[in-house]
């Protein structure tokens, strides 16, 4: 069990590594070479370029400025200078109600804090029990500021009792005007946006199948059937994902003949070569650029096939669609409503933003998803139990002192001062952070393998079950196992009958083993947070080995957002923390201060100067934040209640009984208050969007607007494949000889038009020397796209070649 002396060497440790991490930030980040490391933000929003020096090639890697380096902690109050609203303009919703859980839990542990440290240490430290226990069990002087302190049938647990009231009622107070504050804001920010996609889109899932009948035919039919009024279009759903990986493909093919390319005109001298073997180790040796070439050439063919394939197959096409309507209020209606006599056919939701659609899970069929879901709450459940064992390998290392009195040969290194005090105040915390670093990417996984088809509800799914993980493994896992091993020797050699009472005691001492955490998760870590060490490393290799276009440099530079399936469960652990220990251990209480200010001030840089959301939820994660804090209150009275039933106050225990029903009710409330507002859309506000959007006589054309909204990706893949070539079958008579043209060849600057009888949106072009090519627009189903097509003829037919745009998967 860590004593004082060991936490005193954690956190001299940890502080230590904060700052030392800190100031390689502040220097790190005025370097040039680094700028689009510690700014990726303001070079997405088109802000800010790379920094110009005067101090020639060694001022583009190295700041030589001597007068930035006496300036470099500008950067603190920079990160305080904006606004609440000027970051929601910036960065969105969600990065701002983010950063308010911080300042919620400053507010809620900042008065408790006080108070407990006041009040409830002075009491605890009079009770003075542990010093007639400490032949039998572990502890340490820390445990003289718990409630394990006072001693059984004593009257003073009645101020316990008390301050757990109290506490109870300023949270929840405080989460009140958080929730109403929240859903203002949300109501606020929806009712602030212009017209966009998703206000007036509808995603229809399980549509059930017609003989003879195409599913974009049913879904037409239906809609304009029920919603008359209101129906505009429609937007089938491809299964692509055979397409998408062939194009990431080719992607990743076009970067590798971009590079040799760039290679080749900076050294002409010497073209570059490759083999043709698994990635070029072996086989016979060949140009470089031909041999991406052929290989591009060869799958555009298969892109060109597979891409018809998708748009004439109808089994590609799935029994999900994007249903627009012409109002907010029509598409209000139809997503909150039940379509059909049968409640599992014509499913409807609110359709996610188009860049927070999920393509790959909308080709998941509709009844699979339950035996998806069973099978996935299986494995996270037998992952939480497995994780049990590096979890009690943890407590272990947490608590020498009890694994010596079972086996005595450890003593050597149990009795080496400083060992002691590194390895119980500073390991554990860094081990438990090592064993839980790759879990959120597992659970992404599980996430996505259950079928949802938003990147934000992903997250938030994946942050659910992390929050459960940490909940069971670190908090209780860690109390249990921990207790286990502490009071090792006091299991094994007295009845069973004091089990219960050992349990009840050693429960508050684990806020030792908590507060080595914090500081290392909750101090060290943040600090990492802010140097983004791993995210340099990475960008710098890239910039080395992979980044050969400003395309790549760009995909190099991308920060990503902000990690919630990480963040809001770690955030949650430490109100949980917090909450359980306010009345059994305060002193646990200033760590968890120290943390949330500081996590605050970091993630506030972070949130203005380097993440840059893949989508915007507007806050919708917020129920969940409320619903978690309110189950740690909940786990803090039962624990209490619990604890004080080890220590014989039956007088004072009943009137605990309580609480957890008036927390209960309190929850229930706020459920029905605000949350409708996070899963509903007022069809008042809709209405009133809609009125405001009539009467301002706006000339945008709703239908265009949404048209391509929607669109698969299929659709928007024509940059990333720039050359498709194409063979279409054509009689040699009906041709005159030509050779072949390429597109820039047959400008209209050095073309004259011929009269002909051609389609009437085909130009028909004659150039020096004599060949003859079309030049004309194609279009795509439903008119959702077009694309510019050159036809060559020649003697064995046309080729026609496509220049298109591109989208990323």
């Known amino acids: 069990m860590a004593t004082l002396e060991d936490i005193g060497v954690s956190a001299l440790v940890n502080i230590l590594g904060a700052l030392a991490f800190l100031l390689a930030f502040a220097l790190l980040r005025i370097q040039p070479i680094n700028d689009r490391v510690y700014f990726p933000k303001w070079y997405i929003l088109g802000k800010r370029t790379s920094p110009r020096t005067r101090f020639g090639v060694v001022g583009k890697f190295v700041n030589l400025d001597i007068k930035t380096y006496f300036t470099f902690l500008n950067w603190m109050p920079e990160a305080l200078r904006m606004s609440e609203s000027q970051i929601i303009s910036h960065a ?315 086996a005595p040969f450890l003593r050597p290194v149990v009795e080496w001062s400083f060992l002691k005090s590194f390895m119980q105040g500073f390991v554990p915390g860094l081990v438990l952070k090592i064993f839980l670093y790759y879990l959120p990417a597992i659970l992404m996984v599980m996430s996505r393998i259950e079928g949802h088809v938003a990147l934000s509800v992903l997250e938030r799914r994946t942050a659910s079950k992390y929050y459960y993980f940490m909940l069971v493994n670190v908090f209780l896992g860690s109390i249990i196992a921990g207790t286990a091993f502490q009071q090792l020797h006091a299991f094994l050699h007295q009845s069973a009958t004091q089990i219960p009472r050992n349990i009840g005691v050693s429960i508050p001492m684990k806020a030792t083993f908590f507060i080595t955490y914090i500081m290392v998760d909750g101090w060290a870590g943040i600090a990492c947070e802010i140097l983004r060490l791993k995210d340099l490393v990475i960008f710098h290799l890239k910039n080395m080995f992979i980044v050969k276009t400003e395309r790549d440099l760009d995909k190099a530079m991308d920060p990503g957002g902000l990690d919630f399936p990480e963040a809001l469960p770690s955030l949650q652990l430490y109100f949980l923390l917090g909450i359980v220990y306010m009345v059994v251990t305060p002193i646990l209480l200033p760590f968890i201060l120290v943390f949330f200010a500081f996590a605050y001030f970091v993630y506030r840089h972070q949130v203005i100067n380097v993440y840059e959301q893949q989508y915007e939820s507007a806050a919708a994660f917020w129920p969940h934040v409320h619903a978690r804090i309110i189950a740690s209150l909940l786990i803090s009275q039962l624990l209490l209640l619990g604890l004080l039933s080890t220590k014989k106050a039956a007088n004072s225990t009943p009137l605990l009984v309580v609480l957890p029903i008036l927390t209960l009710s309190f929850h229930k409330y706020c459920k029905n208050r605000f949350e409708p507002a996070f899963r509903r859309y007022p069809l008042e506000e809709a209405m009133n969007k809609d009125t405001q959007d009539r009467s301002s006589d706006s000339d945008v054309n709703l239908k265009s607007l949404l048209a391509d909204a929607y669109l698969h990706p299929i659709f928007h893949s024509f940059e990333e494949v720039d050359l498709v070539e194409i063979k279409v079958e054509k009689n040699p008579d009906d041709i005159a000889s030509s050779s072949p043209s390429s597109l820039s060849s047959a400008s209209p600057e050095h073309a004259h038009h011929l009269e002909d009888e051609t389609p009437d949106n085909v130009q028909r072009y004659e150039v020096d020397p004599p060949h003859t090519t079309y030049h004309y627009e194609v279009e795509s189903p439903n008119n959702m796209y077009k694309y510019n097509v050159e036809l060559a003829n020649n003697m064995y037919g046309y080729d026609f070649e496509s220049h298109y745009h591109g989208y990323q998967y």
């Not at 059984?152 to 949270?171: A, D, G």
């Not at 859903?183 to 017609?210: I, Y």
């Open 92 to 406: 969105g919703l969600d990065s701002a109600v983010f950063l308010r859980i911080y300042t919620l839990g400053l507010k809620i542990f900042g008065p408790i804090a006080v108070a407990a440290l006041l009040l409830l240490i002075p009491v605890n430290v009079s009770g003075g029990t542990l010093f007639s226990l400490r032949r039998d069990l572990v502890v340490s002087d820390i445990d003289k500021l718990s409630i394990s302190n006072i001693r059984p049938k004593s009257y003073k647990f009645f101020i316990h009792i008390s301050m757990e009231y109290v506490f109870t009622f300023w949270v929840c107070y405080m989460l009140y005007n958080e929730y109403g504050r929240v859903a203002s804001m949300r109501l606020n920010f929806l009712a602030s946006q212009g017209r966009k996609p998703e206000q007036f889109t509808v995603l229809v899932r399980n549509v059930p199948g017609a003989s003879g009948r195409s599913i974009s035919d049913n879904v037409e039919t239906f809609f304009q059937k029920n919603h008359p009024d209101h129906y505009l279009c429609h937007q089938a759903v491809y299964n692509a994902n055979k397409f998408a990986k062939m194009a990431r493909m080719r992607h990743r093919l076009q970067n590798w003949l971009d590079y040799n390319q760039l290679k080749f005109e900076r050294h002409p001298d010497k073209r570059p070569t490759r083999k043709r073997g698994f990635c070029g180790l072996w086989g016979e040796r060949v140009d470089s650029i031909d041999f991406y070439k052929e290989q591009i050439k060869y799958l555009d063919k298969k892109l060109t096939l597979e891409r018809q394939k998708v748009l004439k197959d109808s089994n590609s096409v799935t029994p999900s669609a994007f249903v627009s309507f012409n109002s907010r209020w029509g598409a209000a209606v139809c997503a909150q409503t039940q379509q059909s006599k049968n409640p599992i056919m014509w499913l409807t939701n609110w359709a996610p933003e188009p860049r927070d659609v999920y393509w790959k899970n909308l080709a998941i069929p509709f009844f699979s998803l339950s035996i998806r879901k069973l099978v996935i709450s299986i494995s996270v459940f037998a992952l939480i139990f497995f994780y049990m064992i590096p979890i009690a390998f943890v407590q272990s290392l947490a608590n020498l002192e009890g694994l010596e009195r079972v």
